[in-house]
């Protein structure tokens, strides 16, 4: 199996700032990855598939970059509405595997 | 606009059987997307059950395979998990969702699942 690993697992920042979240994958997947948003009570939903394509209808303040076992997602002005888990999860192969998440806090 | 909506029973004894049912409305489950079942464990993450095709193809998670089994009912537009021999450990939220192209770009509300004497 191909392990996700998020970092880091829990996050404090304000309305304005530039976040970064880590993902890394236990071995190199390409750009078989995609990032979803979760809040709580709620279903994810896609943000970025294929490592840095953006979702019609996702925020471009969100963005995605990285290949092979190392990956990031950028929220480059943090507002209200973003204040959730995010989590990534790898599409390069069966089983079909997340990481932990990663809970953005006030 | 495709929708998706989960039903069955919130809460199932422990040794018994799993059994949850998706139907999909504003589209046909004939269509090239891959049907799933995902849960999420009360404060965890999200775990990939196994995703079934139209056609019947399935894939299950290694690490569940031995007590899952999905179907499709082509009439009713609708896809089902049975998750047999349940503990306390599968108390969880049950999503299900669809995948195109690897990425899981529809869910459903998800329901609660307790598994409780």
């Known amino acids: 199996d191909i392990q996700m690993t998020q970092s880091p697992s829990s996050l404090s920042a304000s309305v304005g700032d530039r976040v970064t979240i880590t993902c890394r994958a236990s071995?190199?997947?390409?750009?078989?990855l995609n990032w979803y948003q979760q809040k709580p009570g709620k279903a994810p939903k896609v943000l970025i598939f294929?490592?840095?394509s953006l979702q019609s209808g996702v925020p471009s303040r969100f963005s995605g970059s990285g290949s092979g076992t190392d990956f990031t997602l950028t929220i480059s002005s943090l507002q209200p509405e973003d204040f959730a888990t995010y989590c990534c999860?790898?599409?390069?192969?069966?089983?079909?595997?997340f990481g932990q998440g990663t809970k953005v806090e006030i | 606009q495709v929708l998706l909506q989960e039903s069955g029973p919130g809460l199932v004894k422990p040794s018994g059987t799993l059994s949850l049912t998706c139907a999909v409305s504003g589209g046909s489950i004939s269509s090239s997307n891959w049907w799933t079942w995902v849960r999420q464990p009360p404060g965890k993450g999200l775990e990939w059950i196994g995703e079934i095709y139209h056609s019947g193809s399935t894939d299950y998670s290694p690490s569940l395979k031995s007590r899952v089994t999905m179907s499709v009912d082509k009439s009713k537009n609708q896809f089902s998990l049975k998750l047999t021999s349940v503990t306390a450990a599968d108390t969880a939220v049950y999503y299900c969702a669809s995948i195109h192209g690897g990425v899981f770009d529809l869910w459903g509300q998800g329901t609660v699942v307790t598994v409780s004497s």
């Open positions: 071995q190199s997947i390409g750009n078989y």
């Open positions: 999860q790898q599409s390069y192969g069966i089983p079909r595997t």
């Open positions: 294929a490592a840095s």
